[in-house]
């Protein structure tokens, strides 16, 4: 877990390649752990009556968020906090990070971790945490963009000087190519890799299934390595030399390109991909509790900010305000995109469909993950 605070905020420069975050199911509740403990100082009560921050209190947030939004966040929560600090010159605020599969993020949030705020890649973990009544029915409607404050997209990162020639998603089923991807039956970045082959295919052959189908066999054949999450399909294709292309969100793939893969890899962005978004929410069961619901909710509304904008246009996410995106279209080209929820509806129904044990998913990938 990482810990941002006034005093210590520009200390915290992480490698890209740190573990990922600990989750309540993978380290036998160790994140819990961290969670509670991280917050224990804030079970005091940080609002008044009225919801204003009460004078002279340190507060702090837990933000539980997906693998590769930590580069964002960490950036991010400094600026959140001079604003805060600005704004409230009596309190103080801290914020401390999760990352790690977003689906197990929400599933240890759903388990008792102690988030403020839950930042995911994925409409169906926010969702997840609304049905064990962690998150009120409307938290689409509390901010903008409904609760999305930046998308991005699925492309391909591929070995300098594109030696295998990838241009479009048909170039996928190539003989011998060898794929990295995240496993869509835990991460976000997975299913969005997948739903964006599977949308392709559909676009591909006039919305018929059959061919859809097959051509998604043929991509899923190629496969040589599904990870437990995004940054770790990264580091196994960029630091470990594994495979020949990495399907991967368009902002993972300009971190690698521009900073520890510089060099070796260059991208490719197919004509049609699939947009991903990345839903906000307050955990307000669990802020109310603590009385941090104010300044959790400060925390998401700043993300509309224009500095949090940019930063976000900076690390190569699309901003939801149209005016910074426009600012930025030399790094972020326009691309024509697809959301999930239109080609195939809710993420009930998206997630009971495709990512269910027995779903389309197993019934495709010849070598599924278990």
């Not at 009544?133 to 998308?151: G, I, K, R, Y």
């Not at 869509?184 to 890799?193: E, I, M, Q």
């Not at 991967?248 to 049609?272: R, S």
Request: hydrophobic residues 35%; glycine residues 8%; aromatic residues 10%.
């Amino acid at each position: 877990m990482t810990t941002y605070a006034a005093s210590n905020q520009l200390n915290k420069k992480a490698s890209p390649y740190k573990n990922k975050a600990l989750s309540v199911l993978s380290m036998a509740g160790v994140a819990m752990t961290l969670g509670l403990a991280g917050c224990s100082n804030s079970e005091q009560a940080n609002t008044n009556a009225d919801g204003t921050p009460a004078v002279g209190q340190n507060i702090e947030l837990l933000n539980v968020s997906y693998d590769v939004a930590r580069d964002f966040y960490k950036d991010y929560n400094p600026l959140f906090i001079e604003h805060y600090k600005a704004e409230n010159p009596d309190s103080n605020v801290t914020v401390n990070q999760s990352h790690g599969g977003s689906s197990k993020q929400a599933l240890s949030v759903a388990n008792g971790l102690q988030a403020d705020v839950a930042t995911m890649n994925q409409g169906s973990d926010i969702e997840l945490l609304e049905k064990k009544s962690l998150v009120e029915a409307d938290w689409e409607e509390q901010f903008p963009d409904n609760a999305v404050p930046f998308t991005s997209t699925i492309v391909f990162l591929v070995r300098k000087d594109n030696p295998k020639n990838i241009k479009d998603w048909e170039d996928l089923t190539q003989p011998g190519l060898e794929i990295v991807m995240a496993n869509p039956k835990v991460t976000g970045n997975g299913r969005y890799a997948f739903l964006g082959a599977y949308g392709y295919g559909l676009h591909a052959f006039n919305n018929e299934e059959a061919p859809a189908k097959n051509y998604v066999k043929d991509v899923l054949k190629n496969v040589k390595v599904y990870e437990n999450g995004g940054r770790a399909a990264t580091t196994t294709f960029v630091q470990r030399g594994i495979g020949d292309v990495l399907v991967t969100f368009e902002n993972e793939a300009n971190l690698a390109a521009t900073d520890f893969g510089k060099g070796q890899v260059d991208i490719i962005y197919p004509k049609y991909s699939i947009k991903s978004e990345s839903p906000v929410a307050i955990v307000k069961a669990v802020t109310d509790k603590k009385g941090t619901t104010a300044a959790a909710k400060a925390y998401l509304d700043y993300l509309w900010s224009e500095p949090a904008q940019q930063l976000a246009a900076d690390l190569y996410l699309r901003p939801s305000v149209k005016s910074v995106l426009d600012k930025n279209g030399d790094k972020l080209p326009p691309i024509e995109t697809f959301r999930p929820n239109d080609a195939f509806g809710s993420w009930d129904d998206i997630m009971g469909t495709f990512f269910s044990d027995g779903g389309v998913f197993d019934q495709l990938a010849t070598n599924a993950p278990q």
